[in-house]
């Protein structure tokens, strides 16, 4: 990744990471990592991907909302902390995040997954997310973390939720019959 793209992910997402490996690798879809390491001699050069950025990412993801909404909604149940979060962590309201980030944009793909669009894919602009904010937290810290998410990818929703007259959108169908 070019160091100008760089800065410019880093503008759009309102963080400069110290450590530029982590969010290279937060970026670097596995079939560009598995290119990478076919082009190089040998069996033992190993390309990181963001799969497992993603998987720690989607973790803070959820700990953060849970906590936001538990101490915004105190009034609220269970059940309707569990709804709101399952709608602010969903792919549905994420790909909406991801493409005001223009996440798409800086993801590094292998040939044959930039010739089928996959800088479009809803899977793969929310792993990329889910991937930079576990990037955020690794070279940050919690609280860099948190706030990312708050800006990002709660309050505006909570805020648009709001303006909106306060209803949840239907992400099943036993909610919609009930």
Do not use: C, W
């Not at 720690?56 to 936001?68: I, N, R």
């Not at 576990?134 to 973390?145: K, M, Q, S, T």
């Not at 648009?160 to 099943?172: A, F, S, Y």
């Amino acid at each position: 990744m070019k160091e100008r793209e760089i800065t410019a992910l880093e503008q759009g997402l309102g963080y400069h990471f110290r450590r530029r490996a982590v969010i290279e690798q937060a970026v670097t879809h596995s079939s560009q990592a598995r290119e990478q390491e076919a082009q190089q001699a040998g069996d033992k050069y190993k390309v990181s991907d963001n799969e497992q950025l993603e998987f720690l990412g989607d973790a803070v993801l959820a700990l953060v909302t849970s906590e936001e909404l538990f101490q915004r909604f105190p009034h609220f149940r269970e059940g309707e902390l569990s709804k709101l979060r399952a709608h602010l962590v969903s792919e549905r309201h994420l790909i909406r995040v991801a493409q005001q980030l223009e996440l798409g944009h800086y993801l590094r793909l292998g040939r044959g997954e930039e010739k089928s669009g996959g800088r479009g894919k809803t899977a793969l602009l929310v792993d990329a997310l889910e991937a930079i904010l576990a990037a955020i937290y690794l070279d940050g810290g919690l609280e860099v973390a948190r706030e990312f998410v708050l800006r990002n990818v709660i309050a505006p929703e909570l805020e648009r939720m709001e303006r909106g007259g306060g209803t949840l959108p239907v992400t099943d169908f036993k909610s919609a019959l009930q």
